[in-house]
């Protein structure tokens, strides 16, 4: 089935360390993107890709890193520099030639102990 | 603040009722989008309207878009219990690319 995979779906890290999210998509679209959400909040963009090779800041970037080698994946890590990682991060893809509606993975909860 | 803002918050009902929930955003926009979430899982795409278009409907879903007031509602009809989940609307701005900025959601309840 196409769609989104993201992993692991539950995370634990202690302060200091960084951690990769992984994040997956079969459904050969171009734009992908990763979103935090805190609790009873809404979503905040972190970074966003168009194309491979090429990322851009979202609204939260600091204390994040990104890379786009492939176009299925689009890894997060959240570095030692995040001063609060603890929340629930969002993948998500678009096709640039659909209608503009995104695709979301499952979500992957991060707890920094 | 979020350039989508929900109003309300949290939305309480009975089963068969109808629930509505706004939205206010602030910029010029290409669309608006309302997402849905059940806890602790990813957002689905309900439904997109376009600048040019006043309302849309898809099934129990009707929206309403007035971009002279920048904003749009979500009305669900006949409500189940299993339309319980936090509602999303999302704006892609006239001058904001690919980006699609979320608002804070509105919690719905329905009660059986």
């Known amino acids: 089935d196409g769609g989104i995979t993201q992993s692991p779906k539950y995370l634990f890290r202690k302060e200091g360390q960084n951690v990769t999210l992984s994040c997956e998509q079969n459904?050969?679209?171009?734009?992908m993107y990763w979103y935090r959400q805190d609790p009873g909040q809404g979503l905040r963009l972190i970074y966003y890709?168009?194309?491979?090779?090429?990322?851009q800041k979202g609204d939260i970037a600091e204390g994040y890193s990104v890379s786009r080698e492939k176009k299925e994946s689009f890894p997060l890590t959240v570095t030692s520099a995040q001063k609060n990682p603890t929340a629930f991060y969002l993948c998500a893809s678009r096709g640039l030639a659909g209608t503009g509606e995104l695709f979301f993975g499952e979500g992957s909860r991060l707890t920094v102990l | 603040s979020q350039q989508g803002e929900e109003d309300p918050q949290a939305l309480s009902i009975q089963e068969g009722e109808n629930a509505t929930m706004n939205c206010s955003y602030k910029t010029s926009i290409n669309n608006l989008q309302w997402y849905r979430q059940n806890s602790g899982r990813g957002l689905v795409h309900l439904i997109l309207i376009r600048s040019n278009e006043r309302e849309k409907h898809s099934g129990r879903l009707r929206v309403t878009l007035d971009t002279s007031k920048k904003s749009s509602s979500l009305l669900i009809t006949a409500s189940r219990a299993a339309d319980t989940a936090s509602y999303f609307c999302?704006?892609?701005?006239?001058?904001?690319?690919?980006?699609?900025?979320f608002g804070e959601g509105t919690q719905l309840t329905v009660n059986p």
């Open positions: 999302a704006t892609r701005g006239e001058t904001s690319g690919s980006r699609l900025t």
């Open positions: 459904l050969n679209h171009d734009a």
């Open positions: 890709s168009q194309i491979v090779n090429d990322f």
